[in-house]
């Protein structure tokens, strides 16, 4: 067991994720991927009323709120056939269209950034030279000589004073990075930025939602009026701010986050060989223009690709009893079925029997049980969901944008179609859907304004609100594609009540373990292959599990229903 590298718990995600690699060597021969947490969501909202489910589901996760809630409204929706109002809809693009670029760049500048950039190495870079490297890939307004000395003398205070912070633990100095002290100095001011940036446009969500995170939602619309003479409803005042902020986004993607992601790409194109992963790639769709029924509508097409073949879209069907299933072969859950069985979402489990080992273990025993996070798998195949999935739908059904936006990122490079298929390729897609989505945004935004000056204020429908209206049994899936990729709640209601409750998310399917097949996820494949400078200082594992954006408590299910505490973690 000596030929094992350990990470636990991988940090910078959202969540607890423990990642173990065999090595043959100094290459990963094959890697596990365990989620270390519990959650109780599902069990939960067992017998509660439906329309009560987002305020639940958002508490699944701290970061990933909105999309809970917008998955669960539209589970309940679809299952009692609701239709919404057009400003619902755009309201509701435009809520997720934020939270898209938002925690895109929150992810690549504090979470993914330092796998690629020395902070410690700013320390030596000339101002002058930094403002011309800043100047030469962007017109950023903050690129002056003067305003990169100073960044750098705020990094001189942190380090004279001996305490790292927010920069602490980090492995500067390893080998493996490869940027110029100025690239180094231009990324570490752009991440200060974008800590201030991030406040403007959360203000998004709270003059929708109430308040950010956590917004709020309601079962038919959303719980904002639309009046334009009030101070306690959507007025002329909060749509300018709103304008202003989709503004705010557009200038940071264009002008530091795609230009930043460019720049230091450049330096490690060898990347774009590494990381791959499985090869499939899985889309529910998302952005509708004429209603969430309607896929032909959507800015995100729904389909899967199979074996990088971009010639082929396979159709997936979210209803389809033989599509999607979730299997326990290798979680620490059973199946009254067995644990060799799957079972799609409106069937699913989370009962526990769980009798493996409580940590501290020395390893995990990946014959048997090693994660709290399930296995989806959609016609039996395993399947990546995530921007780069979103980005190769978009390319492939002909998405003119994306075409452009991919075709430049990969000349400017200069390397093949095949360089999206890697670690530096996910970390790519991201940036490019970023573009994608605050472009869009413009459009959501002024197709609202063209509707309130029509005379279209409505933002909510009544019909159907009673629940002595609704059948006897109901059943239902919401859809989204959250910013980690493709998240679904199916539903089941019966007498007015919750019945069942599943929710899969993307980072089941990222980090799932292996299968009754012996097929590993979609983190264990990409992480094979790799060659580490330092298994003390595993960098290259970060960057190819950051390149996804972990979300584990997301991905992890249930806790004994009898409150009997299974599981006591310790991260010293």
């Given at each position: 067991?000596?030929?094992?590298?350990?990470?636990?718990?991988?940090?910078?995600?959202?969540?607890?994720?423990?990642?173990?690699?065999?090595?043959?060597?100094?290459?990963?021969?094959?890697?596990?991927?365990?989620?270390?947490?519990?959650?109780?969501?599902?069990?939960?909202?067992?017998?509660?009323?439906?329309?009560?489910?987002?305020?639940?589901?958002?508490?699944?996760?701290?970061?990933?709120?909105?999309?809970?809630?917008?998955?669960?409204?539209?589970?309940?929706?679809?299952?009692?056939?609701?239709?919404?109002?057009?400003?619902?809809?755009?309201?509701?693009?435009?809520?997720?269209?934020?939270?898209?670029?938002?925690?895109?760049?929150?992810?690549?500048?504090?979470?993914?950034?330092?796998?690629?950039?020395?902070?410690?190495?700013?320390?030596?870079?000339?101002?002058?030279?930094?403002?011309?490297?800043?100047?030469?890939?962007?017109?950023?307004?903050?690129?002056?000589?003067?305003?990169?000395?100073?960044?750098?003398?705020?990094?001189?205070?942190?380090?004279?004073?001996?305490?790292?912070?927010?920069?602490?633990?980090?492995?500067?100095?390893?080998?493996?990075?490869?940027?110029?002290?100025?690239?180094?100095?231009?990324?570490?001011?752009?991440?200060?930025?974008?800590?201030?940036?991030?406040?403007?446009?959360?203000?998004?969500?709270?003059?929708?939602?109430?308040?950010?995170?956590?917004?709020?939602?309601?079962?038919?619309?959303?719980?904002?009026?639309?009046?334009?003479?009030?101070?306690?409803?959507?007025?002329?005042?909060?749509?300018?701010?709103?304008?202003?902020?989709?503004?705010?986004?557009?200038?940071?993607?264009?002008?530091?986050?795609?230009?930043?992601?460019?720049?230091?790409?450049?330096?490690?194109?060898?990347?774009?060989?590494?990381?791959?992963?499985?090869?499939?790639?899985?889309?529910?769709?998302?952005?509708?223009?004429?209603?969430?029924?309607?896929?032909?509508?959507?800015?995100?097409?729904?389909?899967?690709?199979?074996?990088r073949d971009l010639s082929t879209i396979h159709e997936v069907d979210l209803y389809a009893m033989?599509?999607?299933?979730?299997?326990?072969?290798?979680?620490?859950?059973?199946?009254?079925?067995?644990?060799?069985?799957?079972?799609?979402?409106?069937?699913?489990?989370?009962?526990?029997?769980?009798?493996?080992?409580?940590?501290?273990?020395?390893?995990?025993?990946?014959?048997?049980?090693?994660?709290?996070?399930?296995?989806?798998?959609?016609?039996?195949?395993?399947?990546?969901?995530?921007?780069?999935?979103?980005?190769?739908?978009?390319?492939?059904?002909?998405?003119?944008?994306?075409?452009?936006?991919?075709?430049?990122?990969?000349?400017?490079?200069?390397?093949?179609?095949?360089?999206?298929?890697?670690?530096?390729?996910?970390?790519?897609?991201?940036?490019?859907?970023?573009?994608?989505?605050?472009?869009?945004?413009?459009?959501?935004?002024?197709?609202?304004?063209?509707?309130?000056?029509?005379?279209?204020?409505?933002?909510?429908?009544?019909?159907?609100?009673?629940?002595?209206?609704?059948?006897?049994?109901?059943?239902?899936?919401?859809?989204?594609?959250?910013?980690?990729?493709?998240?679904?709640?199916?539903?089941?209601?019966?007498?007015?009540?919750?019945?069942?409750?599943?929710?899969?998310?993307?980072?089941?399917?990222?980090?799932?373990?292996?299968?009754?097949?012996?097929?590993?996820?979609?983190?264990?494949?990409?992480?094979?292959?790799?060659?580490?400078?330092?298994?003390?200082?595993?960098?290259?594992?970060?960057?190819?599990?950051?390149?996804?954006?972990?979300?584990?408590?997301?991905?992890?299910?249930?806790?004994?229903?009898?409150?009997?505490?299974?599981?006591?973690?310790?991260?010293?």
């Open positions: 067991m000596n030929d094992r590298v350990i990470v636990d718990p991988i940090t910078r995600i959202e969540g607890h994720l423990r990642i173990e690699a065999r090595m043959d060597g100094d290459r990963i021969a094959e890697a596990w991927s365990s989620g270390t947490m519990v959650r109780g969501i599902e069990i939960i909202l067992r017998g509660r009323d439906p329309r009560d489910a987002w305020a639940f589901t958002q508490r699944i996760c701290g970061v990933c709120t909105l999309v809970h809630g917008i998955a669960s409204i539209r589970a309940v929706e679809d299952a009692l056939k609701y239709e919404i109002p057009k400003n619902a809809q755009l309201i509701r693009n435009l809520m997720i269209g934020a939270q898209y670029v938002h925690d895109h760049v929150m992810h690549f500048y504090h979470l993914h950034a330092l796998d690629w950039v020395d902070v410690v190495s700013a320390l030596q870079a000339d101002p002058q030279a930094t403002s011309d490297l800043a100047q030469s890939i962007s017109k950023y307004p903050k690129s002056s000589p003067g305003y990169f000395s100073d960044m750098r003398m705020k990094l001189k205070k942190f380090v004279e004073s001996g305490q790292l912070g927010i920069f602490a633990k980090g492995y500067w100095g390893h080998p493996a990075y490869k940027l110029p002290p100025e690239a180094n100095l231009m990324a570490f001011a752009h991440y200060l930025e974008a800590l201030s940036w991030q406040r403007d446009v959360a203000k998004l969500h709270t003059i929708f939602g109430g308040k950010s995170p956590h917004p709020n939602f309601l079962v038919g619309g959303v719980p904002c009026p639309i009046d334009l003479n009030s101070d306690s409803a959507i007025n002329s005042a909060r749509l300018a701010t709103v304008q202003n902020v989709i503004v705010q986004m557009r200038e940071f993607v264009d002008q530091v986050y795609l230009p930043d992601t460019l720049a230091i790409a450049g330096f490690y194109k060898d990347w774009t060989t590494q990381g791959e992963g499985v090869g499939n790639f899985l889309c529910y769709g998302d952005f509708p223009e004429q209603g969430i029924n309607d896929p032909a509508t959507f800015l995100f097409p729904r389909g899967a690709i199979l074996g033989d599509q999607v299933r979730e299997h326990v072969a290798h979680s620490w859950y059973d199946y009254d079925g067995g644990k060799t069985v799957g079972l799609h979402p409106y069937d699913g489990e989370t009962a526990l029997n769980y009798d493996g080992p409580t940590p501290p273990y020395e390893h995990l025993d990946v014959e048997e049980s090693y994660s709290w996070v399930k296995s989806p798998r959609w016609k039996g195949n395993v399947m990546e969901v995530g921007p780069l999935a979103r980005v190769l739908m978009l390319y492939a059904s002909g998405h003119e944008q994306t075409q452009e936006l991919v075709n430049y990122t990969l000349q400017t490079l200069d390397v093949p179609v095949e360089a999206l298929f890697s670690t530096l390729g996910r970390t790519a897609a991201r940036t490019l859907e970023s573009k994608v989505v605050a472009d869009n945004m413009q459009t959501w935004y002024d197709n609202l304004i063209d509707n309130i000056k029509a005379g279209d204020t409505r933002t909510f429908n009544e019909v159907l609100w009673e629940p002595s209206t609704w059948p006897k049994q109901a059943r239902g899936v919401g859809f989204t594609e959250a910013p980690r990729g493709a998240l679904a709640h199916w539903i089941v209601i019966e007498d007015g009540k919750i019945a069942n409750y599943q929710a899969v998310v993307p980072s089941t399917w990222n980090a799932g373990p292996r299968d009754a097949a012996g097929q590993p996820g979609p983190y264990e494949a990409a992480l094979a292959g790799h060659r580490l400078h330092d298994p003390k200082q595993p960098v290259e594992i970060l960057r190819t599990i950051h390149s996804f954006d972990p979300c584990i408590a997301c991905a992890v299910h249930i806790m004994d229903p009898n409150g009997k505490e299974l599981v006591n973690v310790k991260i010293c």
